[in-house]
């Protein structure tokens, strides 16, 4: 059996989702399945939504927050209950590997919740090491050294000041 690639793609600038989106597109064109679980995206436009409802049954997009806001901007109590929402979309997230449901599976902001101590990085090690042979691409701001190094392919985006 083939083992998935593990594509990175982190840094300060903006486009990251937009990059990894554009790689299920393309995995699209390709005939495969695509599953999209976003995290620590605040509140989206109803027509963001819209638009990625046209792409299933090939592109399924999940959110597991309940939250309109930023996570920031969350009192401890209510930080709390979206932890648990969030810790469903990692479950779902090893259930979609597990089961072979996709053939690349996007994990956007997954690497802000190691910033915010909701996910530790040895459980998320474990849940891009269990990929088996699907593509598994991880969006957020910081790349730790351990992650870094069981990647295929790293993109690091950045803003420029002009």
């Known amino acids: 059996m083939d083992t998935g690639k593990i594509e990175i793609i ?4 903006s486009g990251k989702t937009a990059m990894a989106l554009g ?12 599953v999209v679980i976003e995290f620590l995206k605040g509140s989206q ?14 592109m399924n997009v999940f959110r597991f927050e309940r939250a309109g806001c ?12 979206e932890c648990a929402n969030i810790r469903n979309g990692v479950n779902y997230a090893r259930k979609v590997l597990a089961t072979r449901e996709c053939s690349v599976l996007i994990l956007d902001g997954v690497l802000g919740l190691l910033d915010h101590e909701i996910l530790l990085e040895s459980e998320l090690l474990q849940l ?18 351990d992650l870094a190094a069981m990647a295929d392919r ?9």
Not at 45 to 58: A, C, I, T, Y
Not at 132 to 139: E, K, M, Q, R, S
Not at 154 to 162: N, P, Q, S, W, Y
């Open 70 to 81: 930023e996570f920031e901007q969350l009192s401890e109590p209510e930080r709390q209950e």
């Open 10 to 13: 982190y840094g300060e600038g």
């Open 128 to 145: 891009v090491d269990s990929r088996g042979d699907v593509d598994v691409i991880l969006t957020g701001r910081v790349l730790p050294d």
């Open 45 to 58: 436009s109803q027509e963001w939504l819209d638009v990625m409802k046209r792409l299933e049954p090939d």
């Open 154 to 162: 790293i993109d690091r985006i950045t803003r420029i000041e002009g």
């Open 23 to 34: 790689r299920g597109l393309k995995a699209l064109v390709q005939q495969k399945k695509v």
